[in-house]
């Protein structure tokens, strides 16, 4: 026996779930999930299927956080069970194999050849076929689970079918002959399908050919009284017409001459207008699962409304098309379809009216003059009747009004770039673009999937660049379809640059450039000035009070237009930022367009004047949110040279910058690539305050590097001295401790603003000097330079340089082993702090002066200070600042034996180590080691001190690694003399390197006691 013979299978879905193995049943256990997934494989049977449509086959719109793995492991679970030959992994997913042996593919089968049979005369074949089908049903398709979106579709769908093959079915059976027969079964599917009246007409001719006339007019009465009752609806034409027929005894009434055109009143003309729907309609699951819903008939009394918008290209006619082509069977009266060009043409609805009222019949004379008239007798030729209408590619409300039906029993599916926010009563959807996954289906799909499944990253590329548009996508794949000859790649080549993409995506009709020509040219004229205006600034969103900067208008005007851009999809909400604002971006494409429209349409002096006054506009705002900050390391300045100031309200300083941030680092950029010298350092120094309170060293150094190269360009001393004194704090502070590079920059700053006579300026660049004498193990040096600092910062009545220098002092006395001059100056630093007041320095503040008051043995005192850092860090939301304090906390409670001190050193190292603070971990280390010294792990107390001293000899911190050598000599003093002399004189060394005397007195008498092991 071959392979494929002992692994014969066959899958059932038409009724329960069930798989059969070599005729008997194959269990497939009780999890339901498990067997949800194979029904969503049957219903895709040999065709790769998404992980995405997998995962919403399992959970609809609502995936849980595990929904990857748990798909996983479901397939892993059936490939057991069916045998991994059955269930494949494909690039462009999951393939169960079943080679056609799937009860509902052969349904659909027999469906088709009874059709072609019955269709060609030979009705005993089509009966045979029919009945075969029909057969094959065990009860409702997937019953298990019509609650998965995608499963409960495909079952509609084949239910539909079923349906239909038993109107079919019954056909057959008449024409044969066999009307008694057909009686039974045709009056349990009428009365399991109350509404389709097409069952109950077949059933009352075969009633009436039956001899059974009472009982044909006794169905027609119950079938209109129902339709009456929860519809409100009279009986269709046809039904009419067949009930009239049977009153008149007239022998000559026949089965139609094909499927579906039963005898209407007068030669009533049934439209089918509908242009063709694409062979390769892709994804869009959701949206045709929403629109099947709203339009499918039900208990209805007003008018069925749905209304698609979106940007050109994005799709809303291929989906409309698809859904109406589904719905099609719902509307047994007919379809009808009007397209309009997107444009306001006043015209066109009385020519849509009168295209309509032919297609109802209504010949050329009869049509009324008047638009109000056309709209009245199409009204009345659609009343009670079950019809679709289909109106694509509208500009507005006005010409959808006139093409509404009054009658609630038909359906309305709408189109157009705008959302139709004034038509009453509609279902809004919105089409975006595809999924990255979808894109790549379509592109297979247009160009095979062989192509793409060997260039996978290739077409990821080429999907990414058309920005998932699916106009561009068909573009790009119309062309690769043309080109057999070229790979993947040569596409992607071409869409790379950014100046011919937009010549690259067109293909015949499949233009993106003109389908989004048609959207701008429907502008007002602001509205496309503000397009091709926004669309040159290099921020990746942005904020409402922009389209007022580049306009350079009020800000109601600029809503207006604004809003028009929205109503157009050529701007998308991007979302509400932190600060409450509404935030706006272009589609990748949709901007390229954008600025071919300003290269073509706006003069080099227009788009330079926008774009200056945006930039200034968000200098204007960032100084202004500047001084909301809890704390900062510089003054605010004004902003200076702006032409634009905008009419914005910031209520939390810290929220807004976070929402600008990415705005505020292109526009340093931008300013930079303009040569706006002025522009470009004074908002690179705009954002200095918060990227420290915030940690953000990556923007500050990158902003503050631009910066300073345009000015340095531009001989622009000032900008210069500002942008050394930024970066000179920003290596200070960030990561990196560049302190030689730093010094250097400090220094320049110094010489510039003195230069220039800013005390200020000089203040804050002679701090940073300081700082960095400090830091190189010069202490003696930075307390004389911060000396003179001190009085500069007070003859100029400089708060915040005071506060800076005083806080410096007391670290520098401190490291000299003057902690009673430390003291003293930070207590100073304190109450000047306090009376600004300075939350963000007065975190540091008390941090110092914590671990001074803990060095002097006021640990109490110290605890304090530290608890008052750690809650004014964490109202700040500054995770730095917090980060630093909760060691020295943690090596205080180690020295009161407070049981806490393990959790806050747990946390402590726990953070430092998250975000690569090595400073704050070395400390953490060393606090650490003193806490497993006092609980008497003296291997690990050890171990976690010498870690600390690694770390401070990288850091190249010489006075932390002397006082943990220190420490470190004391772990070892009793159980190993030797090892404490190696650390202790390496701890003196290092003090006396730093003029720190005291410490130097102390280890002196400490290695005397190793020597005569006292």
């Known amino acids: 026996m071959s392979r494929a013979e002992r692994h014969w299978m066959r899958f059932e879905i038409l009724g329960p779930l069930q798989v059969i193995q070599d005729g008997r049943h194959h269990f497939l256990g009780n999890a339901r999930k498990l067997r949800m997934l194979l029904a969503g494989l049957i219903s895709r049977a040999d065709q790769p299927v998404s992980s995405d449509f997998l995962s919403t086959v399992l959970w609809n719109d609502r995936p849980p956080v595990s929904a990857r793995s748990n798909l996983q492991s479901y397939v892993h679970q059936l490939r057991v069970q069916l045998g991994a030959e059955r269930l494949l992994r494909k690039p462009e997913g999951y393939l169960l194999v079943t080679h056609g042996e799937v009860d509902a593919a052969q349904f659909r089968k027999l469906a088709a050849e009874g059709s072609a049979a019955f269709d060609g ?105 129902l339709l009456a009752d929860e519809l409100g609806l009279e009986p269709s034409p046809v039904l009419r017409r067949v009930h009239e027929a049977i009153l008149r005894g007239d022998e000559r009434i026949d089965l139609p001459a094909r499927p579906g055109a039963w005898p209407s009143t007068g030669g009533a003309v049934v439209p089918r207008q509908l242009p063709p729907t694409v062979a390769d309609f892709t994804g869009r699951d959701d949206e045709v699962a929403t629109l099947r819903d709203a339009l499918s008939p039900g208990r209805r009394q007003a008018l069925t409304i749905c209304a698609i918008s979106g940007m050109g290209g994005v799709g809303k006619t291929t989906l409309a098309l698809h859904v109406a082509h589904q719905l099609a069977g719902a509307f047994p009266d007919g379809q009808l379809y009007v397209g309009f060009s997107g444009a306001d043409d006043r015209t066109a609805v009385a020519r849509a009216l009168e295209s309509m009222l032919r297609a109802l019949g209504v010949g050329g004379a009869a049509v009324p003059e008047s638009v109000g ?77 062989e192509q793409v499944r060997a260039a996978p990253s290739e077409a990821s590329e080429i999907v990414r660049l058309c920005d998932h548009l699916p106009l561009a996508v068909r573009a790009a794949g119309a062309r690769l379809a043309s080109r057999p000859d070229w790979p993947l790649a040569r596409i992607a080549d071409l869409l790379r640059d950014e100046r011919r993409r937009l010549d690259e995506l067109a293909a015949g009709d499949l233009t993106v450039r003109a389908s989004l020509g048609l959207s701008y040219t429907a502008l007002s004229s602001p509205a496309r000035r503000l397009y091709y205006l926004l669309s040159v600034l290099h921020t990746p969103d942005f904020a409402g009070w922009v389209a007022a900067a580049v306009l350079d208008t009020s800000p109601e005007e600029a809503e207006r237009s604004l809003g028009e851009l929205l109503s157009a999809n050529l701007l998308t909400v991007a979302g509400v930022d932190p600060a409450g604002q509404p935030r706006y971006r272009f589609h990748d494409l949709i901007r390229l367009h954008a600025r071919d429209r300003a290269d073509a349409e706006a003069a080099q002096h227009e788009i330079h004047a926008a774009v200056t006054r945006a930039l200034g506009g968000w200098l204007v705002l960032a100084r202004r949110a500047d001084t909301g900050l809890p704390g900062r390391v510089f003054p605010t300045l004004p902003a200076e040279g702006v032409t634009h100031e905008p009419h914005v309200r910031i209520s939390d300083a810290c929220a807004w910058f976070e929402a600008e941030r990415g705005a505020l680092r292109a526009a340093v950029a931008q300013a930079a690539a303009l040569g706006a010298h002025d522009l470009c350092w ?311 390197q730093l003029d720190n005397h005291t410490e130097v007195k102390e280890l002196t008498v400490l290695l005397e006691t190793v020597r005569t092991g006292g």
């Not at 045709?186 to 009472?214: D, F, I, N």
């Not at 001074?852 to 730095?880: K, N």
Request: with cysteine; aromatic share 6%.
């Open 121 to 225: 005369g030979n009705h005993e074949s089509a009966g045979r076929c029919f009945r075969r089908a029909l057969d094959l049903w065990r009860g409702p398709a997937f019953a298990e689970f019509l609650d998965s979106g995608p499963i409960a579709e495909e079952a509609l769908s084949l239910e539909q079918l079923r349906l239909t093959v038993h109107e079919r079915w019954a056909e057959t059976e008449l024409a044969l002959g066999r009307h008694a027969e057909a009686v039974a079964e045709l009056r349990e599917v009428a009365k399991a399908h109350p509404y389709q009246e097409s069952l109950h007409a077949l059933l009352m001719l075969a009633l009436y050919r039956s001899g059974r006339q009472t009982e044909a007019l006794e169905t027609y009465a119950v079938v209109r009284d």
């Open 373 to 449: 008239d056309r709209t009245a007798l199409y009204r009345s030729l659609l009343a009670g009747k079950r019809m679709l209408v289909v109106i694509d590619n509208v500009a507005d409300e006005s010409q959808v009004n006139p093409l509404l039906p009054g009658s609630g029993t038909c359906g309305v599916l709408i189109t157009g770039r705008p959302r139709l926010v004034g038509l009453a009563g509609v279902r809004h959807l919105r089409l975006d673009v595809f999924r990255p996954a979808q894109a790549i289906e379509l592109l297979a799909r247009i160009t095979g999937p």
């Open 682 to 992: 004074q908002l690179a120094d705009a954002t200095v305050n918060f990227f420290e309170l915030h940690d953000y060293y990556d923007d500050w150094e990158s902003t503050s590097r631009l910066a300073l190269e345009v000015c340095e360009r531009a001989g622009d001393a000032r900008g210069r001295a500002f942008m050394l004194r930024d970066l000179t704090e920003c290596l200070r502070m960030g990561p990196r401790h560049a302190e030689d590079e730093a010094l250097e920059h400090a220094l320049s700053a110094v010489a510039l603003f003195e230069g220039l006579g800013d005390v200020h300026g000089e203040v804050d660049a002679r701090i940073l000097a300081g700082t960095a004498f400090l830091v190189r193990g010069e202490p003696g040096k930075a307390v004389a330079y911060l000396d003179a600092t001190l009085a500069k910062a007070r003859d100029a009545g400089y708060v915040l340089g005071q506060v800076e220098a005083e806080w410096q002092l007391g670290y520098g006395h401190r490291v000299l082993g003057d902690s009673e001059r430390a003291g003293v100056h930070l207590e100073a630093s304190l109450r000047l702090a306090e009376d600004v007041p300075l939350p963000s320095q007065l975190c540091r503040i008390h941090s110092l002066l914590g671990i001074v008051r803990r060095e002097e043995g006021s640990l109490v005192e110290a605890e304090a200070h530290f608890t008052r850092g750690v809650t004014l860090a964490r109202s700040l939301r500054s995770l730095s600042d917090e980060i630093t304090i909760l060691p020295h906390l943690g090596m205080t409670y180690v020295k009161l034996r407070d049981p806490r001190a393990r959790d806050v050193l747990g946390r402590s190292i726990r953070l430092a180590r998250r975000w690569r603070a090595r400073f704050q971990e070395a400390t953490s280390l060393g606090a650490l080691g003193e806490l497993e010294a006092a609980e008497g792990h003296h291997a690990l107390a050890v171990a976690h001190t010498v870690a600390a001293v690694e770390i401070w000899r990288e850091l190249a911190s010489p006075f932390h690694e002397a006082q943990t050598l220190k420490s470190l000599g004391a772990l070892h003093a009793a159980a190993d003399p030797d090892q404490a002399r190696t650390a202790w004189s390496a701890a003196r060394r290092l003090f006396a």
